[in-house]
C-alpha cells in the first residue's frame, strides 16, 4: 500500500443495512468520520475559548497561575506523553518487534517515575522561589545567560521534530480514514493545535487535556478488549509470531529485540521524561510538591501501564496484515478494518486527541523557548506582560506553520520523536541534574558539558548510522564524555581558585 494514497478509505462500516437506506460506501463512511473528526476539533477549540477567558497574565499562560492540582498535573502530562510516538509510533514498532515495542512507552514511564521522586519536587521549589516560569529562567539563575541561549537554540530545533512528528501521526489518519494528503493533513493538525493552545497557554491545555486523556483512554480501552476477545487477538498474535524475522519466541517476549535495543530506548527515552522542558514547565505550574508528586507519580504509572496496549494492538495487526511497506499504517488499519462502527469512530477520536495533545506539549516548549527564552532574556528584556504575549502568540502560530512543513519531508513518527528525545538528553540532562545536586559547577562547565554531549552523541549516530559505538547508544557515550569534561572543567576551576 502506497505511504500517502489519496483513494479515499473508509473507517466506519457502513450503517445503510440498519436504516434501510442505500449509500455509496465510500461517501458514507467518509461523512461520519468527517463529522466525528470535525465535532471533536470543533469541541477542542471551544473549551479552549472558553478556558482562555481566565488568562490576565503571563504567569497565567506561562504555569498557569501555579494552581494546578495532582488531578490536573496527572492529565495534563499522561495526555501530553500518549501522542504519536506511543500510539501509531508504538503499535507500529509492535508490529515490527512484538511485544519487546513496551519499551518504548515504558522508558517514557521509568524516566518519569524519577522525576516524581527527585528532580520534580527539587526544581518546583526552585521554581516557586524564584518566580520561574521556564527550564531556561533556571538555566539563567543557575548558570548564566550563555547557557540559558544555548539551551533555547538547541531545543528549538529539537521542539519542531516532536512537533512535526505529531502532525505526521495526525496526517496519517486523515490519509487512511479520509484520502488527505499529508501536507493537508500536518496543516490540519497545526490549524486546530495552534488555536486552542495560543488562546490560553498552558490554562487551556491543562483543562483541554482533561477532556483529550478521557477520550483516549476510553477508546484505547475499549478497542483493546475488543480486538482481544470478539477480534481474537490472541490467535491473530499468534499468527504474527509465526511469521516474524526474528522467531516466535523473541516477538513473543519483553527483551526479544535485544539489550542493547532495550538500553538504547531507556538511554533515550528515560531520561527525556526527566528534563524535557514541556514536563518541567508543567510542573512549575503545579500547586504545592504533594501535587509534583502524585501528579507526576500518576502520569508515571499510566505509562508504564499504557505501554502494552500499542505493543499488542501492533502484534495484532501483523497477523491480520502481514505485508504492510510501512509498519505506521498499523494503527490505521486496525481502526478502518477491524472494529465496528461505534468503536471506530471512538477509537479515530482517540487516536486524534492523542497526537494534538502532543502537539501541544510541543508548541509548549517552542512557544516558551523562543518568546521568553530568547526575546525577553535576550532582545527585550524590558518587554511588558502585554508585549510579551502578543510574540508568545505570534511564535505559536509561526511554530505551528513550521511544525506542519517540517511533517512533509520526515518519513515516520518514530524518526521525528527519536531527533528531539536525543537532542533533549545531550543538552540538557547533566547540566539540569547537576546544577540542581551541586554548587560547584559553573556557566563554563555546563557550557562545555552542552556542547561536548551533543557532539559526541550526534557524531556516533551519524558514524555508526544510530548502532552506537560496539552496541553503546550513542545518548550514553555523549553522556559519558560529557561527564569526564565536567568534572575537568570543574576541577580545573578549583583549582585555580585555590592557587588564587
Known sequence: MPHWKRKPRCVIKSIATITGTHYPQGSLDDMISSIVLLGYAALLLVVGTIVSRRIQASSDFYVAGRDLGAGLVFSTLLAANIGAGSTVGATGLGY??????????GSAGIGSAILAWSVGPRIWRVARE????????YLELRFSRSVRILAAL??????????????????????????????????????VTTTYFSSGGLHSSARVNVLQLAVKLSGFALASAYLWYAGRGRDWIQVASVGSESGSTAYLNLFGIGIPSVLRYISILAPSFVVSPGILQKVFGARDERAVRFGIGLNAVGLFTFAIVP??????????????????LALPLLLMKSLPLWLGGL??????S??????????????TSLSR?????????????????????????????TGALIGTLLPTVISALTIFY?????????????????KRVSGRAALATMIVSVAVTFANEIATHGRGLWSIPSSILGMAASALVMLLVTALESSSQNTL
Not at 515490527?96 to 512507552?105: E, H, K, Q
Request: aromatic share 10%; with cysteine.
Open 96 to 105: 515490527r518487534d512484538g511485544l519487546s515495542a513496551w519499551w518504548w512507552v
Open 130 to 137: 524564584h518566580n520561574l516560569y521556564t527550564v531556561g529562567d
Open 154 to 191: 538547541l531545543l528549538w530545533l529539537g521542539s519542531l521534530s516532536i512537533l512535526a512528528g505529531q502532525f505526521i501521526a495526525v496526517a496519517l489518519i486523515l490519509n487512511v480514514t479520509l484520502g488527505f494528503s499529508k501536507p493537508i493533513g500536518c496543516l490540519i493538525a497545526a490549524v
Open 311 to 328: 505493543a499488542l494492538m501492533g502484534a495484532i495487526a501483523r497477523g491480520k496484515f502481514p505485508l504492510l511497506g510501512n509498519s505506521e
Open 347 to 352: 477509537l479515530l477520536g482517540a487516536i486524534f
Open 354 to 367: 492523542a497526537e494534538l495533545s502532543a502537539a501541544d506539549a510541543g508548541l509548549f516548549m517552542l512557544t
Open 373 to 401: 527564552d530568547l526575546y525577553q532574556a535576550y532582545l527585550r528584556p524590558q518587554a511588558d506582560d502585554r508585549q510579551l504575549m502578543r510574540v508568545t502568540r505570534g511564535t505559536a502560530v509561526a511554530c505551528g506553520v
Open 422 to 438: 536525543t537532542l533533549l538528553t545531550a543538552a540538557l540532562l547533566l547540566p539540569l541534574v547537576a546544577g540542581l545536586y551541586s
